[in-house]
């Protein structure tokens, strides 16, 4: 078993003994589907979603919800905290690189949200016959750029932040605009044209989520901008980053 892979395992049992953010990344999105396709309402189709029902519509909001709650609250505030404890300036003078628990820690929360997104998919085929994306690989390319980006968002925020406390309230910035744009608030068809424009390209790429799920597929200028921010809060996290 190599450094990482240990370091990771570790990192897994620590984050199962206090499990609120794997319970809220692996539940709340699927928990919310079944709540909102309780409501009769939410299960025939509407004149905001023509060809579809009102839950197939609000899907990749709920996939926003998710990616948002890991990448902009979860593990900003693990890793904030781990500074404000000097758990990073500890590892920082050990033979063991620091960087690894940064990559553990990001495969811990990717994979919650990974696990959390496929749980609502599979519940909510089997409970209300939601549908699958149209396009998979259109889907899932969106999936991987915006969850790069919001993840990349919030590295940036615990990058700078000194405690636990304040990295959640500096990722907040990003997180209610992200939510409202993406969604979540009120859904995507209820928005003003405008704000649903600047949405469609705004991280994690609702409209290319929601054009690879119901319509003709990702746009190329959708996941060119997504890669963009991926790749540029990435870099941005990379230059702010600090152990102490």
């Not at 089997?126 to 889907?139: K, Q």
């Not at 405008?194 to 746009?219: F, S």
Request: aromatic content about 8%.
């Amino acid at each position: 078993m190599n450094t990482l892979t240990k370091i990771t395992f570790t990192e897994t049992k620590l984050a199962l003994r206090s499990p609120i953010w794997v319970l809220s990344g692996l539940l709340s999105p699927t928990v919310l589907l079944l709540g909102l396709g309780a409501i009769p309402a939410l299960r025939t189709e509407s004149e905001k979603t023509p060809g579809m029902r009102f839950i197939d519509a609000w899907v990749p909001s709920l996939v926003v919800l998710t990616i948002a709650l890991m990448g902009l609250q979860a593990i900003p505030s693990v890793i904030a905290t781990y500074r404000e404890q000097g758990i990073l300036r500890r590892f920082a003078t050990t033979p063991v690189r620091p960087a690894k628990l940064l990559v553990a820690q990001l495969i811990i929360n990717v994979s919650v949200t990974i696990a959390g997104v496929g749980l609502m998919i599979v519940l909510g085929s089997a409970v209300f016959d939601v549908p699958g994306p149209r396009h998979p690989l259109g889907f899932l390319l969106a999936f991987a750029l915006g969850t790069t980006a919001i993840f990349g968002f919030g590295l940036i925020a615990a990058s700078v932040a000194k405690t636990g406390r304040a990295a959640g309230g500096i990722a907040m910035i990003a997180y209610i605009p992200i939510m409202f744009l993406g969604g979540v608030y009120l859904p995507r068809p209820l928005l003003p044209e405008v704000v649903q424009n600047i949405g469609a390209y705004v991280p994690p790429g609702v409209k290319a989520m929601e054009d690879a799920w119901t319509g003709a597929g990702a746009q190329p200028l959708q996941l060119a901008v997504l890669a963009a921010f991926a790749v540029g809060s990435c870099v941005l996290a990379a230059k702010l980053f600090r152990w102490e």
